[in-house]
């Protein structure tokens, strides 16, 4: 075997799982986020994020 045999994907044998599950975790984190601060900001209660940062 020669040390310069390269292999060739083509469209079709190409998974991008990694890439999926980077957008899984991207859209996770989003969701997360958003829970965290609607039930802090827009429920209603006396401590909210942005009162005790101003």
Same mark, same amino acid.
């Given at each position: 075997?020669?040390?310069? $045999?390269?292999?060739?994907?083509?469209?079709?044998?190409?998974?991008?799982?990694? $890439?999926?599950?980077?957008?899984?975790?991207?859209?996770?984190?989003?969701?997360?986020?958003?829970?965290?601060?609607?039930?802090?900001?827009?429920?209603?209660?006396?401590?909210?994020?942005?009162?005790?940062?101003?």
């Amino acid at each position: 075997m020669s040390s310069e $045999t390269r292999r060739e994907i083509g469209h079709d044998e190409f998974d991008p799982v990694g $890439t999926l599950a980077l957008i899984g975790l991207y859209f996770a984190l989003l969701v997360v986020l958003w829970t965290v601060t609607y039930f802090f900001e827009f429920l209603g209660g006396d401590l909210t994020v942005v009162g005790v940062l101003l």
